[in-house]
């Protein structure tokens, strides 16, 4: 695919990357984003992989690996890898005989709870062979301090086409592109070889905790000097910061998570995952949605909530309330990586009801917590204080907080034309998005007229997640 887009990748994390990077050491809350893409024809793997090197070649974050600061004054910072392999992160599987969906689903979830190796470039791709049908997949994950899901699509137009025999970029060599960075690259911090004195990581780390207060003092300045012309401006936003502290205080004292309502069956949790999918007419979905003056996004939420309530129903259950989340993007442009996002909380009714009462309650509900989220308390704005904090406490209030949720969700926009890679037409894409302690994630992403779901399960919590997926 021959799109031209800029590229959004700093030379540290941001506050909010650096939490993710932060509470992946609790296993429990690995935040990582992962795909399962379905191809009609075995992917071939020399050309993957020169698809691959030109991409890596264009995004330098594939090739940079983790460099930690001084203590907690500055984020992280990126630097190239002086040890770069691409067959580290290029593997092949070939599942047994007879190759079914379940036996490729159940790989992809095995392959999801294998950590990163934190001293190396924090992305993998796994091609599949062996497949029923002759069909081949690629199963990918970057880490997401890399990118969030909408930058990571962007990212996959370097290694996919438009057609089956589209022409091939130019074959680059990357090895000495690499070696290249490293020998003039300027981070020095901790981290190994890379490292030149205590006194240079300690200078480089104040530096940037500098420049970070003197931008935030700068922007403060420039808000208060309209105060006097806007009272109400003022008022709002002191108003503002009361919710934000607020909020902080009662994330941290663990005095938020007295949520009512819940599944009462979905309340254990573990680090087991199950994969399942559901495909769904693109169409059908935005014709529903419309009727009832809503979003597509309301009606899938909607669909899987009167799916969570069937399931109950089966078992004898009632549920007052259902505690579920969606992902709001904060993108104003069209880069490819970085972060830009807010995972929203929301009530949902647990009682029966008919599909359009449901969207509408559903939308209303999605609006009000957008509101309320707007107001403070959201991940970016506790970021900053959180990596601040000894990791054991906040690794303790974010599994606090994902216990209340008995399913989150994540709705991604991808190409509304068939693509290829590597050779083979793309027949769907299912996102494994984070569980994290919840009791599953439920990613949708669209494509070419279908709507992808990966219900990414905890099936100690969804003890039966097959019977969820065909409710």
């Given at each position: 695919m021959s799109r031209e887009r800029d590229i959004d990748f700093a030379e540290r994390m941001t506050e909010h990357e650096a939490l993710m990077w932060n509470i992946e050491k609790d296993p429990w809350l690995n935040p990582s984003g992962a795909a399962l893409t379905i191809l009609?024809?075995?992917?071939?793997?020399?050309?993957?992989?020169?698809?691959?090197?030109?991409?890596?070649?264009?995004?330098?974050?594939?090739?940079?690996?983790?460099?930690?600061?001084?203590?907690?004054?500055?984020?992280?910072?990126?630097?190239?890898?002086?040890?770069?392999?691409?067959?580290?992160h290029i593997r092949e599987v070939?599942?047994?005989?007879?190759?079914?969906?379940?036996?490729?689903?159940?790989?992809?979830?095995?392959?999801?709870?294998?950590?990163?190796?934190?001293?190396?470039?924090?992305?993998?791709?796994?091609?599949?062979s062996g497949l029923e049908g002759g069909k081949g997949a690629i199963w990918s994950i970057f880490h997401h301090a890399i990118s969030d899901g909408i930058g990571q699509i962007r990212m996959?137009?370097?290694?996919?086409?438009?057609?089956?025999?589209?022409?091939?970029?130019?074959?680059?060599?990357?090895?000495?592109l690499v070696a290249e960075a490293v020998a003039t690259h300027a981070a020095k911090e901790s981290g190994g070889d890379q490292a030149t004195s205590f006194v240079d990581t300690a200078t480089r780390s104040?530096?940037?905790?500098?420049?970070?207060?003197?931008?935030?003092?700068?922007?403060?300045?420039?808000?208060?000097?309209?105060?006097?012309?806007?009272?109400?401006?003022?008022?709002?936003?002191?108003?503002?910061?009361?919710?934000?502290?607020?909020?902080?205080?009662?994330?941290?004292?663990?005095?938020?998570?007295?949520t009512p309502g819940g599944s009462p069956l979905w309340g254990e949790r573990s680090r087991h995952r199950h994969l399942e999918s559901v495909s769904?007419?693109?169409?059908?979905?935005?014709?529903?949605?419309?009727?009832?003056?809503?979003?597509?996004?309301d009606a899938f939420m909607a669909g899987l909530a009167d799916g969570a309530v069937r399931y109950h129903a089966k078992r004898n259950v009632t549920v007052d309330k259902l505690n579920t989340s969606f992902v709001?993007?904060?993108?104003?442009?069209?880069?490819?990586?970085?972060?830009?996002?807010?995972?929203?909380?929301?009530?949902?009714?647990?009682?029966?009801?008919?599909?359009?009462?449901?969207?509408?309650?559903?939308?209303?509900?999605?609006?009000?917590?957008?509101?309320?989220?707007?107001r403070g308390g959201s991940v970016s704005s506790l970021s900053g204080i959180a990596n601040l904090l000894p990791t054991s406490v906040v690794t303790k209030t974010a599994r606090n907080q994902a216990a209340r949720i008995d399913f989150a969700t994540s709705n991604l926009r991808g190409a509304p034309f068939e693509l290829y890679c590597a050779g083979g037409?793309?027949?769907?894409?299912?996102?494994?998005?984070?569980?994290?302690?919840?009791a599953a994630n439920i990613t949708a992403l669209s494509y070419n007229g279908s709507l992808d779901l990966g219900m990414f399960i905890d099936p100690v919590a969804i003890e039966d997640p097959a019977d969820y997926r065909d409710c």
């Open positions: 009609d024809t075995p992917v071939d793997t020399d050309r993957f992989r020169r698809q691959v090197r030109h991409g890596v070649a264009k995004l330098p974050r594939l090739y940079q690996r983790v460099v930690p600061g001084l203590g907690r004054i500055s984020t992280p910072a990126w630097a190239p890898d002086p040890e770069f392999d691409l067959d580290f070939e599942l047994a005989a007879p190759g079914t969906q379940r036996q490729l689903y159940d790989l992809a979830s095995q392959l999801y709870a294998e950590p990163f190796d934190r001293t190396r470039p924090l992305w993998r791709f796994v091609l599949i996959a137009e370097l290694y996919q086409q438009f057609s089956r025999d589209e022409a091939e970029h130019p074959e680059v060599d990357l090895e000495t104040v530096a940037h905790l500098a420049r970070r207060q003197i931008g935030l003092g700068r922007r403060a300045l420039g808000e208060i000097a309209l105060w006097p012309a806007d009272p109400d401006r003022a008022a709002g936003r002191v108003s503002t910061a009361i919710d934000v502290t607020r909020s902080t205080l009662a994330q941290l004292n663990g005095s938020s998570n007295d769904v007419p693109l169409d059908t979905l935005k014709a529903a949605a419309k009727s009832q003056g809503a979003t597509i996004n709001v993007s904060t993108r104003s442009d069209n880069k490819i990586g970085g972060n830009s996002f807010t995972p929203v909380l929301v009530q949902v009714s647990g009682s029966p009801a008919e599909p359009a009462q449901r969207v509408r309650a559903i939308h209303a509900a999605t609006e009000q917590a957008r509101e309320k989220a707007s037409k793309v027949e769907a894409a299912f996102p494994l998005g984070p569980v994290a302690g919840t």
